[in-house]
């Protein structure tokens, strides 16, 4: 059968036969080889950790109203992020740019991965769990406590004593408006103030919170009330209008990314807030940029699809890392639109509007009619706001009680007609206490002051009236009692800064009018006018009969402001501390400090004849 086996010729051919063998049996090996890499790399670029980092890009204006899948995009190597290669296990990735899922679908396929957790990265290449919000275990409409930090924000040492008087009052919440008192970091660290919170104050104000009951609902301003950002020579290219640091300019290049840097970061500390405000009231200038009106006319939109698609966009960035989530924002832009252009955006499956008013004599059909509006256009949860300070005047220092506990009996009004409503659920009231109207105006009232009101409002919600029993509980847990017609609360008080509360009182009651008063003296009239001052003529008998009055007042209310600035240190930050004084003390004070001075100085003449040069 081998005829060639045993020759020397055949042992050259037979060296040559196993050699093609030998080369034949590697060329399979080699093949083999080759097609379990393909095997691997197919698996690899279709395994879902492929796709474990996403951009979170939001489609552009266009697609955004398409019906279709939203546009795919080119897939991320991992080997250009070495850290997208790591991976907890069990865990598994969605990725909403899968063809045939659009916004809508988001949350219905995170839905469907519950219990998962997903990273994804933010503007600023740091990684962010996608968690779903916890459940809502709370029964009832909620009743939250508005903290404004845009001005005289407390230190966490004075919350410590607040968040427990604020649970025992009645309140299940804070809404916590940060605005630069969030401690961004990285190319956001711009917008934080000098004083504001430490990471580790925010892990604090969330343990105390908890400790009391309160759940916390974040509010991060998106599109109005963007001066706090829009101040900036580095985001200033994004104002909506130029000159103003008001609204930004939600088609801008680079407006999302900001706004969803700030939203990424500020969810990074709240991964178990079951809700979330983003604002987006009182956007000033819309629709008067070139590059709204550009989108305006390229998608044959007005100024409220435009609105609509910036409010979507954002509310799809929430809720695609925190799938489950309910989002408020302020309803007063929502009001100038139809039903129709309402109900063609994608909004009210996203998000609840939180309608406000302050007035004391609220108008409770006008928002029976807004009831109506928002129920027609799909929304199914809604949201009230009332105040307790900050809503009576841009410079208020003292809060109207009566003004604010008639505001909140309109309230008990609406949410008495609530059965006319059936197909759209009352979810809270938001007790709101204005800091100030605006990032650039002045204090209001400090939330000292507005304590006993706030008592007088939670109370009131919580029994349907200011009644007897609301009262009698108001005067155990202040320690003092509410006085309307006097409009204070009478008594020592217990509650934690009730010493700046009363200081404020005298302040706000005395330190002008004492000032008047004594300037109406005969005397001082007669002898320490502008003109005796300014060329040094005066009788120092007629100085006699008021200098000792008038240094015993200065002596008085400079002992009263010591006192009041180591009080006002322990609740505040400097920066709150200084702007407080100057707006409401030094004018006062510095005017009667120069009418000592000058008294000194005329007495000290001893009666001279009138100086020929001014003093």
């Not at 996403?54 to 899948?69: A, Y």
Request: charge should be negative.
């Amino acid at each position: 059968m081998y005829p060639f086996r045993n020759s020397p010729c055949c042992e050259c051919q037979s060296e040559v036969l196993c050699s093609d063998s030998e080369m034949d049996r590697h060329k399979v090996l080699r093949l083999l080889v080759l097609c379990l890499a393909l095997l691997a790399v197919i698996k690899f670029l279709y395994s879902p950790s492929r796709r474990r980092y996403l951009n979170m890009d939001i489609p552009d204006s266009q697609s955004f109203w398409r019906k279709g899948p939203a546009p795919e995009s080119d897939s991320v190597d991992p080997s250009d992020n070495p850290e997208a290669t790591e991976q907890k296990e069990g865990h598994q990735i969605v990725d909403h740019r899968e063809a045939g899922l659009n916004y809508e679908d988001i949350d219905l396929v995170k839905a469907q991965k519950d219990g998962e957790v997903e990273l994804i990265e933010d503007t600023d290449e740091e990684t962010i769990e996608v968690i779903s919000a916890p459940e809502d275990t709370h029964k009832g409409p909620l009743r939250v406590v508005h903290l404004d930090l845009k001005g005289a924000a407390p230190k966490v040492s004075y919350l410590k004593q607040i968040f427990p008087l604020l649970s025992s009052l009645g309140a299940d919440g804070i809404l916590l408006e940060y605005e630069d008192m969030f401690p961004y970091k990285g190319k956001l660290k711009i917008l934080r103030s000098p004083f504001a919170y430490s990471e580790e104050d925010i892990e604090e104000i969330k343990n105390l919170a908890s400790l009391n009951n309160l759940e916390i609902i974040p509010l991060v301003q998106v599109f109005g009330h963007l001066e706090f950002v829009l101040k900036h020579e580095k985001y200033d290219h994004l104002r909506e209008v130029d000159t103003f640091p008001t609204s930004l300019n939600p088609v801008a290049p680079g407006a999302l990314e900001l706004i969803k840097s700030m939203l990424m970061q500020v969810l990074k500390k709240h991964p178990k807030s079951r809700w979330f405000h983003i604002g987006a009231d009182e956007v000033y200038g819309l629709g008067q940029s070139e590059d709204s009106k550009h989108w305006m006319e390229k998608n044959n939109g007005d100024v409220g699809a435009l609105y609509l698609m910036h409010l979507s966009a954002v509310c799809n960035t929430v809720t695609e890392v925190r799938p489950g989530i309910k989002l408020l924002f302020w309803d007063d832009m929502l009001r100038k639109f139809s039903v129709p252009t309402i109900r063609n955006s994608s909004l009210p499956i996203l998000a609840f509007p939180m309608i406000w008013n302050y007035s004391p004599n609220m108008d409770v059909n006008s928002v029976g009619q807004l009831l109506h509006q928002y129920q027609d256009s799909g929304f199914k949860g809604v949201w009230f706001a009332s105040a307790f300070k900050g809503a009576s005047d841009i410079d208020q220092r003292w809060t109207p009680i009566n003004a604010r506990l008639q505001n909140h009996l309109g309230w008990l009004k609406v949410i008495e007609s609530m059965t006319e409503f059936p197909s759209i659920e009352y979810q809270g009231i938001a007790l709101t206490g204005w800091q100030r109207f605006e990032h650039f105006t002045v204090l209001c009232e400090l939330f000292p002051v507005g304590i006993p009101s706030l008592a007088v409002c939670l109370q009131t919600l919580k029994h349907g009236s200011f009644n007897q029993e609301a009262e009698n509980d108001v005067h155990q847990i202040l320690g003092c009692k509410i006085q309307m017609e006097a409009n204070n609360c009478e008594g020592s008080g217990a509650f934690a800064g009730s010493e700046v509360y009363h200081t404020i009182q005298k302040i706000h009651n005395e330190l002008q009018t004492s000032i008047q008063n004594i300037k109406a003296d005969h005397f001082l009239r007669g002898s320490l006018s502008p003109y005796h001052q300014k060329y040094s003529f005066a009788n120092p008998r007629n100085i006699g009969f008021f200098i000792n009055t008038l240094k015993k007042l200065l002596e008085d209310w400079e002992s009263t402001l010591k006192t009041f600035r180591t009080q006002m240190e322990d609740i505040f930050y400097p920066d709150a501390v200084e702007e407080w004084m100057e707006e409401n003390v030094n004018e006062h004070l510095n005017r009667l400090r120069t009418m000592v001075e000058s008294a000194e100085h005329l007495n000290s003449l001893k009666g001279r004849p009138k100086s020929l040069k001014e003093s």
